[in-house]
T-cell receptor
Framework: DGGITQSPKYLFRKEGQNVTLSCEQN?????MYWYRQDPGQGLRLIYYSQIVNDFQKGDIAEGYSVSREKKESFPLTVTSAQKNPTAFYLC?????????????FGQGTRLTVV | QKEVEQNSGPLSVPEGAIASLNCTYSDRGSQSFFWYRQYSGKSPELIMFIYSNGDKEDGRFTAQLNKASQYVSLLIRDSQPSDSATYLCAVTHNDMRFGAGTRLTVKP
């Protein structure tokens, strides 16, 4: 089955640690996105990528880093510079071009600082 | 900065009524417009998309787009309790930006 997979579902981070969230898709999509969602809020764009080896900052990129070495994979690292990382993180992918660039979402990773 | 604005609600309607959800956007270069539904703790799921001015109907849902006014809306006819969720408006122009969402409650 084609889809987008995020892991882990739940993640706990100690103060000062870097953690990496995984996102893999087998939909052959060129574009991939990372969003952060806080309770009762919408989705805020962290980073996006439209092609391998290239990515762009979104509105809240500070304290985060990404890589796009393969079309299928777009991991997100939450660094110790991100002071309030507790949130629900969503990865999505879509085609590039055309009118229906629907974003397909993974199941999300809930990150908690302990 | 690309802005997508939605009334945060909450919006409450009785079962069988029409629910009206609104969204405005700031980027005049925006190309496609999406409505997603999100249940608590879950990922968003697509309801419908629209890219040309006018109305688009799909079952009980109608999306309306007015690019001159930078406005997109979603009407839900014959609202059901199962429609109770948060509705997210999304706009694309190279990237995809979301509004804060409107929480809808349909009361039996």
């Amino acid at each position: 089955d084609g889809g987008i997979t995020q892991s882990p579902k739940y993640l706990f981070r100690k103060e000062g640690q870097n953690v990496t969230l995984s996102c893999e898709q087998n939909l052959n999509h060129d574009a991939m996105y990372w969003y952060r969602q806080d309770p009762g809020q919408g989705l805020r764009l962290i980073y996006y990528s439209q092609i391998v080896n290239d990515f762009q900052k979104g509105d809240i990129a500070e304290g985060y880093s990404v890589s796009r070495e393969k079309k299928e994979s777009f991991p997100l690292t939450v660094t110790s510079a991100q002071k309030n990382p507790t949130a629900f993180y969503l990865c999505a992918s879509s085609i590039v071009g055309g009118q229906n660039t629907e974003a397909f979402f993974g199941q999300g990773t809930r990150l908690t600082v302990v | 900065q690309k802005e997508v604005e939605q009334n945060s609600g909450p919006l409450s309607v009785p079962e069988g009524a029409i629910a009206s959800l609104n969204c405005t956007y700031s980027d005049r270069g925006s190309q496609s417009f999406f409505w997603y539904r999100q249940y608590s703790g879950k990922s968003p799921e697509l309801i419908m998309f629209i890219y040309s001015n006018g109305d688009k109907e799909d079952g009980r849902f109608t999306a309306q787009l007015n690019k001159a006014s930078q406005y997109v809306s979603l009407l839900i006819r014959d609202s059901q309790p199962s429609d109770s969720a948060t509705y997210l408006c999304a706009v694309t122009h190279n990237d995809m930006r979301f509004g804060a969402g409107t929480r809808l409650t349909v009361k039996p």
